[in-house]
């Protein structure tokens, strides 16, 4: 049996390589975000969510922050769930909450996140449920969800067309296109679910192929030995820490297990990384794009650098604060 060599190791190779294996990870999930996309399109009566939201605005996009516990997306999934679900009616103070919100906030991540910080304590029984797992985990989705319930906030007195991209903000107050699946019978329906599945699978995967591959060359082309060296200042840790974040693009599933690890960054610049990667990353800004004006999408990276940069080390000094006195360990 004649075995082919195998090819010599080359740059060129590792970024392939680091491209495909990110692709395939993220496809799933982009997948599945669409489908869900497809069905809420052709299923999902516009009335439904006037009916189920609080009629006021301030409670309604209070609430949207905890919608990723009923749509546990992550934030490849996330934007083609959000631009139908806007397209149904959803308020854009409550599309952005939930936006930002969901790749923190459901049930996936809030697991990834306890197992991660229990895994990394050695020395220390590797019990699910220990109570050292819980101070990352609750500042996690605290500042995620608070992060995410003030940019909703902002965004009450916007217009669909002040942030959506024109031919979107059009279907959206016309009502046309979004309501058009719910005056068909149960099997064109379903054939409108798989089209419009399908259209937002490609739209959305070519923006995401593009920051997949942006991610792969710096994965495999800069040394991340270097990082370490600035974890020892929090003025220097946290930004290098974010700016690792979005350009590494992680699954909120999996980024736990990469900042547990990090013993010579403190929790905050820890915190940081956790809360920026699944709201603004390489591969996010891309797919943003598709859905908001561009104005828009540099605003908001602008605005969540900016803000969780300057709140994180306090945040998990008064998360710290707040759980000590019952008991719970330090970071």
Sequence with gaps: MILAALPEPSRLGDVLMAFLSILFEGAPYILVGTMLSGFIDAFLPAALLERVLPKNKVLSTLSAGFLGLVFPVCECAVV??????????LPMSCAMTYLLSAPIINPIVIVSTLTAFNNFKPGQPNAFLD????????????????????????????????????????????????????????NARLVHAMRTAMRDFLDTAVYFSIGVMITSVFNTQVDQTQIQALAGNDLVAVPSLM???????????????????????????????????????????????????????????????????LVSVPWAAFVKLVLTPLGLPAY
């Design 80 to 89: 083609p769930v959000v631009r139908r679900l806007v397209q149904k009616g």
């Design 131 to 186: 109570a050292s797992n819980l101070p990352m985990t609750v500042a996690r989705i605290s500042l995620g969800y608070l992060v995410a319930a003030v940019i909703g906030l902002v965004l009450l007195r916007k217009k669909p067309a002040d942030v959506l991209r024109a031919e979107i903000a059009a279907t959206v107050e016309g009502g046309g296109t979004a309501r058009a699946g719910e005056q068909l019978d149960f």
């Design 243 to 309: 700016s690792l974040a979005f350009v590494l693009a992680l699954c909120s599933t999996s980024d736990a297990f990469i900042a547990a690890p990090m013993a010579t960054f403190s929790a905050g610049a820890k915190l940081a990384f956790l809360v920026l990667g699944p709201m603004l990353d390489v591969k996010l800004i891309f797919m943003y794009s598709s859905v908001f004006r561009r104005r828009f999408v540099v605003a908001l990276a602008v605005t969540l650098f900016v803000v969780i940069g």
